[in-house]
């Protein structure tokens, strides 16, 4: 079962920050926040993790709240390219990830 | 650096025949690796994970089985195809605490 909610569907105009929320109330002290895109017909693409500090790579930037409870996932300048759908998992590893059915995210010209 | 390579990318077969999908790991030693399933519209499902040679864990009752032979090597396989066994297929790997990588997949269609 899936342990993360996530909307069905979220637009963004391009080159605007695109903001995607999870929320995952039942989240345990050893689990990691992992966000991954697949791009239509492509196999997932690994974003980033976090445990409960804020993260921030080349790609995104992840925002954990203090009681762990919800994330956002923000892509800051969003592109064409970045029109995907966005799995947000909690999970203790690599060895457990459930893929829900994620949030489509669609990048506007 | 790691690569991760699945073949074939697409597979007409017919019901009741045979299945073998391979998958390789490069640049790295005793991967974790997994197949997982996607049906049309929905998430991925964890088909089967392996921390090493010979150690296969199946997540669900189905009919497919994985093997691990070498390495780093994944095979998934089946003696007889169903329909419902049509999908988009992904081999993964993954280092003891690490994300994990996937491959392009393989879109299988059963007929």
């Known amino acids: 079962d899936a342990k993360t909610t996530q909307p069905p569907s979220m637009d963004c105009a391009e080159g605007r920050a695109a903001n995607l929320p999870c929320n995952h109330s039942t989240i345990s002290g050893n689990e990691y926040v992992y966000w991954y895109r697949q791009i239509h017909s492509q196999g997932p693409q690994y974003i980033i993790h976090g445990l409960k500090n804020n993260e921030t790579n080349e790609m995104a930037s992840l925002i954990i709240t203090e009681d762990r409870k919800s994330s956002t996932l923000i892509l800051p300048h969003a592109t064409l390219r970045d029109t995907a759908v966005y799995y947000c998992?909690?999970?203790?590893?690599?060895?457990?990830?459930?893929f829900g059915t994620g949030t489509r995210l669609t990048v506007i010209p | 650096s790691q690569t991760i390579h699945q073949w074939p990318a697409t597979l007409v077969q017919p019901v009741g025949s045979p299945l073998s999908l391979e998958c390789t790991v490069e640049g790295t030693s005793n991967p974790n690796l997994y197949w997982y399933r996607q049906a049309a519209g929905r998430g991925l499902q964890l088909l089967f994970y392996s921390v090493g040679i010979g150690q296969i864990s199946s997540e669900v009752p189905q009919n497919l089985s994985a093997s691990r032979p070498q390495d780093r090597q994944f095979i998934l396989s089946s003696k007889k195809l169903l329909l419902s066994d049509s999908g988009f297929y992904l081999c993964?790997?993954?280092?003891?605490?690490?994300?994990?990588?996937f491959g392009q997949g393989t879109r299988l269609t059963v007929v």
């Open positions: 998992i909690v999970s203790t590893g690599a060895n457990n990830l459930f």
């Open positions: 993964a790997w993954s280092g003891r605490n690490t994300e994990a990588f």
